[in-house]
């Protein structure tokens, strides 16, 4: 997999996204989503990355990360894409954690399911954020994803039980809401959230955002 050429410049936001082959899943297990949430960790360094070294004494999230690529304000997977919020911290950062997650993740789940070829529906997509406003809407945009698994018309004809679609966010495993709304895991390490706007000083604040976007129909 070569180099991405575009350039990503530090301390710009980046809405990074990307689907499975022919919208094809491309997360088929719990192990599968565990494995993509730790690399989303441990690929990101600048130095070399052996999964199996950082299984030993303690697990991947124990292991300090050295050298990082990025930082990442907000990831939510779902069972036939991803999205991450990223800054990247050199010109190349981006594109090379991208390449070796990417890559990572695709030797894992062909040597799992026994098939060749790629994974993925070509190279990451990227969206430049461009303001203040839109970052901040990303990070509800990206943490709703998972109500779609529940309601695929929420968006449209709105929230009925408000109550209901919170117990299943504060349930699905594979995204960082929980990180933001008050659970302490092991999992927030992939996160680095001095580099992102302080738009959720609290859990309080956090939540409230969130209801008003589920409240709004479009």
Avoid at 30 to 47: H, M, P, Q, S, V
Avoid at 136 to 162: A, Q, R
């Amino acid at each position: 997999m070569s180099i991405r050429r575009t350039v990503f410049v530090p301390d710009e936001y980046y809405h990074i996204y990307n689907r499975g082959n022919s919208k094809q899943r491309i997360f088929l297990s719990k192990k599968d989503y565990e494995r993509f949430i730790a690399l989303l960790y441990g690929t990101n360094t600048n130095k070399s990355f052996n999964f199996f070294n950082f299984k030993k004494g303690g697990g991947i999230f124990s292991k300090e990360i050295r050298d990082p690529l990025v930082s990442i304000g907000a990831y939510c997977l779902m069972p036939n894409h991803f999205h991450i919020l990223i800054t990247p911290l050199s010109e190349e950062g981006l594109s090379k954690f991208m390449q070796k997650l990417s890559t990572a993740y695709s030797m894992y789940f062909n040597e799992m399911y026994k098939r060749t070829g790629g994974l993925f529906e070509g190279k990451f997509k990227s969206i430049h954020v461009e303001n203040d406003r839109q970052l901040k809407y990303l990070f509800s945009y990206i943490h709703l994803n998972p109500v779609k698994l529940i309601d695929s018309k929420w968006e449209e004809n709105g929230i009925k039980n408000l109550k209901k679609v919170f117990e299943y966010l504060d349930t699905y495993l594979y995204s960082s809401f929980l990180d933001y709304n008050g659970q302490n895991r092991r999992e927030k390490a992939i996160l680095k959230l001095t580099d992102f706007p302080n738009y959720f000083p609290s859990q309080n604040s956090f939540k409230a955002e969130i209801i008003d976007w589920l409240k709004y129909k479009e």
